[in-house]
């Protein structure tokens, strides 16, 4: 019983440490440093979780399904980083278009993790998918 308070404990630990980092990250953006804020989330990222975005975003998509696998990472969890990818994605696709559509297909990628491993649909999840294929259609190729 002890354990799988330990667990749970870390678990919320987890959500609240990366929902902190988005509400942290969307401040920043607001302020109109985009790159600075980009910059102190993943380092955050990497720092208080062993996160790294800038890896994440090298792995094929096999590689990075046993990433997020390896990070014992929840649904939840998965979601918050959705939204931190989006937000990121949709700051640079005005002067930084290749980099945001690798960042954005990333987004959907972890979709389609939870998607896969997930017995639960979510409408709140497809509609941030459609959101996210919106987007990346109104990039330049």
């Keep these: 019983m002890e354990r799988r308070d330990l667990i749970k404990d870390e678990l919320e630990r987890i959500g609240k440490a990366i929902s902190q980092l988005?509400?942290?990250?969307?401040?920043?953006?607001?302020?109109?440093?985009?790159?600075?804020?980009?910059?102190?989330?993943?380092?955050?990222?990497?720092?208080?979780?062993d996160i790294d975005v800038e890896l994440m975003l090298t792995l094929q998509q096999q590689v990075f399904a046993e990433y997020l696998e390896s990070k014992k990472l929840t649904p939840q969890h998965?979601?918050?980083?959705?939204?931190?990818?989006?937000?990121?994605g949709s700051s640079l696709k005005?002067?930084?278009?290749?980099?945001?559509?690798?960042?954005?297909?990333?987004?959907?990628?972890?979709?389609?993790?939870?998607?896969?491993?997930?017995?639960t649909y979510s409408?709140?999840?497809?509609?941030?998918?459609?959101?996210?294929?919106?987007?990346?259609?109104t990039l330049k190729n």
């Design 22 to 49: 988005l509400a942290n990250f969307l401040a920043l953006k607001t302020n109109g440093n985009i790159a600075m804020a980009i910059e102190n989330t993943n380092k955050q990222l990497k720092e208080e979780l």
């Design 78 to 88: 998965i979601e918050i980083l959705i939204d931190y990818f989006f937000e990121t």
């Design 94 to 119: 005005d002067f930084h278009q290749e980099r945001a559509r690798i960042i954005l297909n990333k987004a959907l990628e972890m979709i389609d993790f939870i998607n896969n491993n997930s017995k």
């Design 123 to 137: 409408f709140e999840r497809k509609g941030k998918e459609d959101k996210i294929r919106e987007l990346i259609r």
